[in-house]
């Protein structure tokens, strides 16, 4: 592989050329390289430090080069950033899950911020993007929800554009009007249940410690035949890891045909943990297809390292942030600090903040690089780099 210096000025010279094909190319190289010598040994970080966002730079290099910047040049530049935008409509939730975050800080989204968020994100270069709900619990403000996705449909059509939906909810408020209107709009739900009735009341507590498993049950039940596409998320932990297998057999069990199992960010995993979360996948894939239920895990990519991926993510308060921390910081308004980006109104071009997978490991080494944090990061990019190596499910 090229050096990093060489590859960006081949990118700088093909940009300036209109070879925007070959200038796509070499920043993905380019992109690999260094998040390969970073994640190698992340000490290196100050000597790669010019490449953290170095599209920027060559940007203005272009610029003042007298290179005309037209949509396909940058189109080419901010190829590798992510097309969807995270809304953060409310921090309000009946649940006080173990690993939570984002509720401990009260916040609902005013309608103003909302459409502010949609038009950044359509005003932006894509033909294609995406609009995620989340919270808190984001059916608490159904009412922004509906009102958001509404305008967000009318002003792509308007453009010639397509907005996709996608809200992720801990299921316990699920009115009929609801399920209308994401089979209306083609929303995807992400319906988060770690299991079975003691795993999902270990991990995921309601307020006052009441038992709700019964109304989860129920609303899975609603939603399995309101003709809305989903899937079904459980969270692995560090505890749960040798119950893969059950857990799967459970939710399958309940009649869910997409099951996605995530293993938990911002836990240190063992040598033996992780050998069970290996093993437990590997039985789970070859256990989907007798059940004849999609293991999302194997049908479609996941970016591995999970750890890096990254939101650009409107807060109730019209702050931008990436979500790069959330995993990993226990304090949301510490890590909100930290992972910044902007506000709306002074945000600029939406993908001019596109972030590769360098850049977000760059951010949380720069963050995180020493102490318990650190151990915890590299253990996850370790994870994942093995799970993106070789799915387990491919040894079989
Ligand atoms: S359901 Fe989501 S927002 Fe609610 S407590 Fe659990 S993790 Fe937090």
Same mark, same amino acid.
């Given at each position: 592989?090229?050096?990093?210096?060489?590859?960006?000025?081949?990118?700088?010279?093909?940009?300036?050329?209109?070879?925007?094909?070959?200038?796509?190319?070499?920043?993905?190289?380019?992109?690999?390289?260094?998040?390969?010598?970073?994640?190698?040994?992340?000490?290196?970080?100050?000597?790669? %430090?010019?490449?953290?966002?170095?599209?920027?730079?060559?940007?203005?290099?272009?610029?003042?080069?007298?290179?005309?910047?037209?949509?396909?040049?940058?189109?080419?530049?901010?190829?590798?950033?992510?097309?969807?935008?995270?809304?953060?409509?409310?921090?309000?939730?009946?649940?006080?899950?173990?690993?939570?975050?984002?509720?401990?800080?009260?916040?609902?989204?005013?309608?103003?911020?909302?459409?502010?968020?949609? %038009? @950044?994100?359509?005003?932006?270069?894509?033909?294609?993007?995406?609009?995620?709900?989340?919270?808190?619990?984001?059916?608490?403000?159904?009412?922004?929800?509906?009102?958001?996705?509404?305008?967000?449909?009318?002003?792509?059509?308007?453009?010639?554009?397509?907005?996709?939906?996608?809200?992720?909810?801990?299921?316990?408020?699920?009115?009929?009007?609801?399920?209308?209107?994401?089979?209306?709009?083609?929303?995807?739900?992400?319906?988060?249940?770690?299991?079975?009735?003691?795993?999902?009341?270990?991990?995921?507590?309601?307020?006052?410690?009441? #038992?709700?498993?019964?109304?989860?049950?129920?609303?899975?039940?609603?939603?399995?035949?309101?003709?809305?596409?989903?899937?079904?998320?459980?969270?692995?932990?560090?505890?749960?890891?040798?119950?893969?297998?059950?857990?799967?057999?459970?939710?399958?069990?309940?009649?869910?045909? %997409?099951?996605?199992?995530?293993?938990?960010?911002?836990?240190? @995993?063992?040598?033996?943990?992780?050998?069970?979360?290996?093993?437990?996948?590997?039985?789970?894939?070859?256990?989907?297809?007798?059940?004849?239920?999609?293991?999302?895990?194997?049908?479609?990519?996941?970016?591995?390292?999970?750890?890096?991926?990254?939101?650009?993510?409107?807060?109730?308060?019209?702050?931008?942030?990436?979500?790069?921390?959330?995993?990993?910081?226990? #304090?949301?308004?510490?890590?909100?600090?930290?992972?910044?980006?902007?506000?709306?109104?002074?945000?600029?071009?939406?993908?001019?903040?596109?972030?590769?997978?360098?850049?977000?490991?760059?951010?949380?080494?720069?963050?995180?690089?020493?102490?318990?944090? %650190?151990?915890?990061?590299?253990?996850?990019?370790?994870?994942?780099?093995?799970?993106?190596?070789?799915?387990? @499910?491919?040894?079989?």
């Amino acid at each position: 592989m090229a050096a990093p210096r060489t590859l960006l000025q081949d990118a700088e010279a093909a940009l300036g050329q209109g070879g925007f094909g070959e200038a796509r190319g070499r920043l993905d190289e380019l992109d690999r390289s260094v998040l390969l010598r970073l994640s190698r040994d992340d000490s290196r970080l100050e000597q790669l %430090r010019p490449y953290v966002f170095y599209r920027r730079a060559l940007l203005a290099r272009l610029r003042a080069r007298g290179v005309r910047v037209g949509p396909e040049l940058l189109r080419a530049l901010f190829a590798a950033g992510s097309p969807r935008l995270i809304l953060l409509v409310t921090h309000a939730c009946q649940l006080r899950c173990a690993y939570c975050r984002v509720r401990r800080y009260p916040g609902r989204m005013s309608p103003q911020t909302a459409e502010a968020g949609i %038009r @950044w994100l359509l005003g932006g270069l894509r033909r294609e993007v995406e609009l995620q709900f989340f919270g808190g619990e984001p059916l608490l403000a159904f009412d922004v929800v509906r009102r958001a996705a509404s305008l967000a449909a009318r002003l792509a059509a308007r453009a010639g554009k397509t907005a996709r939906f996608l809200l992720t909810t801990n299921g316990l408020s699920l009115p009929d009007a609801a399920l209308d209107f994401f089979r209306e709009q083609g929303f995807r739900l992400e319906f988060s249940c770690d299991g079975d009735y003691s795993t999902q009341l270990r991990q995921r507590r309601a307020a006052g410690g009441r #038992d709700y498993y019964a109304r989860l049950a129920r609303n899975l039940e609603r939603l399995r035949g309101a003709g809305v596409d989903y899937q079904v998320i459980a969270v692995l932990t560090p505890e749960n890891v040798g119950r893969v297998e059950e857990e799967f057999r459970y939710l399958a069990g309940l009649g869910h045909r %997409r099951i996605q199992l995530n293993y938990a960010l911002g836990r240190f @995993w063992n040598a033996r943990q992780e050998a069970a979360l290996f093993a437990g996948m590997r039985r789970v894939s070859e256990l989907a297809g007798e059940l004849g239920v999609e293991f999302i895990n194997s049908s479609s990519q996941r970016r591995e390292p999970v750890v890096l991926n990254s939101e650009l993510t409107v807060d109730c308060d019209g702050e931008v942030f990436r979500e790069t921390g959330v995993c990993l910081e226990e #304090d949301f308004r510490g890590m909100k600090s930290r992972f910044l980006v902007t506000r709306l109104g002074d945000a600029g071009l939406f993908d001019a903040h596109a972030s590769t997978q360098f850049d977000n490991l760059a951010l949380l080494v720069g963050a995180y690089g020493r102490g318990r944090l %650190r151990r915890i990061l590299l253990n996850n990019l370790d994870l994942g780099l093995r799970f993106d190596r070789r799915p387990p @499910w491919e040894d079989a």
